[in-house]
């Protein structure tokens, strides 16, 4: 039977009603599962939600601002938490990428518990989707990677989780933001984490940095070329910084930097995916892009031709 999101979005906001009899908070990081999950919780409880956006130090450049100006457009009533240097502290030396999402996960947390509490929320509404408990695992199913929101979640958590999405697929997702207009319905997924897991080894403020510039450059290189129709736009695409440098030559001189990774592949559902077949001539571009603006910290650049299975769309 087709997916019909008129039908879902109606009787999701009649069940947050009935769900949801005091204050709630959102997780929400502007992206298009949080950003409808918040939506629907608004439609079903109005002023009794508060849509919380947390700055890990981890996100895209820009990322705060824009969003910041998405929530005052969508009319919630919101607050954005700067915690970066809690997110750094939290991750300082630790490289196991399980480790990592279970420190994020943690940390969120926290944050929402703080934020719950000076709210008097008891509730705390996630954007968690199938994707994310099934690679999750359980009793059953192996853990492929724990997602922050699901095997992330502190074992001595107060609050009441609600997850409005837990049975839908991206594509479903999708389908729902546009139904309700919601202006990031074809946004590339950015994972909770962030940044962290496209920094392969410890997440610090300078590999951040350095990921984020790299991120920029393949995002603007990508959507150029698609709006010029030299290729199709891919479902998701991103840079990721290895842990490995190597030798290269800038002029005449030795250069011992860095080495980035181009991630870009088709999806649906996020379940599988192929590797994007981008055009030469983009590729080139990218790689000279990075490696001429940010010839400081990188001389290597390369692309990812793995499909998903073997490997996971993120690189942790």
């Known amino acids: ?12 906001v009649e069940e947050l009603r009935k769900k949801i009899t005091g204050k709630a908070i959102i997780a929400c990081s502007g992206g298009v599962d949080s950003t409808v999950a918040a939506v629907l919780v608004d439609r079903a409880i109005g002023e009794r939600l508060l849509t919380v ?18 929530f005052i457009r969508l009319g919630v009533h919101f607050n954005v938490v700067d915690a970066s240097d809690e997110f750094f ?40 989707i199938a994707p994310d408990w099934i690679e999750s695992g359980d009793g059953v199913r192996d853990t492929i990677k724990s997602h922050h929101n699901v095997g992330g979640l502190p074992k001595d958590m107060k609050l009441k989780l609600v997850e409005p999405l837990w049975d839908l697929y991206k594509d479903e997702v999708r389908l729902v933001a546009r ?8 946004r590339q997924p950015f994972p909770g984490p962030a940044l962290a897991i496209r920094i392969i080894g410890e997440v610090t403020p300078e590999a951040a940095s350095i990921v984020r510039d790299a991120c920029v450059i393949v995002e603007e290189e990508l959507e150029e070329a698609s709006s010029k129709g030299l290729m199709v736009r891919p479902w998701q695409y991103f ?18 930097g860095r080495t980035i990774a181009i991630r870009s ?5 996020a379940m599988t995916a192929s590797f994007s077949r981008i055009p030469y001539d983009v590729l080139e ?20 031709v793995t499909h998903k299975p073997p490997a996971t769309i993120e690189w942790e």
């Open 89 to 128: 502290g939290a991750l300082k030396g630790v490289t196991d990428p399980e480790a990592k999402r279970k420190i994020i996960g943690e940390r969120f947390i926290r944050v929402f518990e703080r934020e719950a509490k000076t709210f008097g929320a008891d509730s705390l509404v996630q954007g968690t």
């Open 1 to 12: 039977m087709m997916f019909d999101p008129k039908a879902f979005v109606e009787e999701k």
């Open 285 to 304: 571009r990218i790689s000279l892009r990075i490696s001429n603006e940010m010839k400081a910290n990188v001389n290597r650049v390369v692309y990812d």
């Open 265 to 269: 592949v088709d999806s649906t559902d």
């Open 179 to 186: 139904y309700l207009g919601i202006e990031v319905a074809e």
């Open 239 to 256: 840079a990721v910084l290895l842990p490995v440098q190597s030798v290269g030559v800038q002029g005449d001189r030795r250069a011992y």
């Open 53 to 70: 956006y947390v700055d890990t130090g981890l996100m895209r450049k820009g990322e705060t601002e824009s969003v910041r100006a998405m």
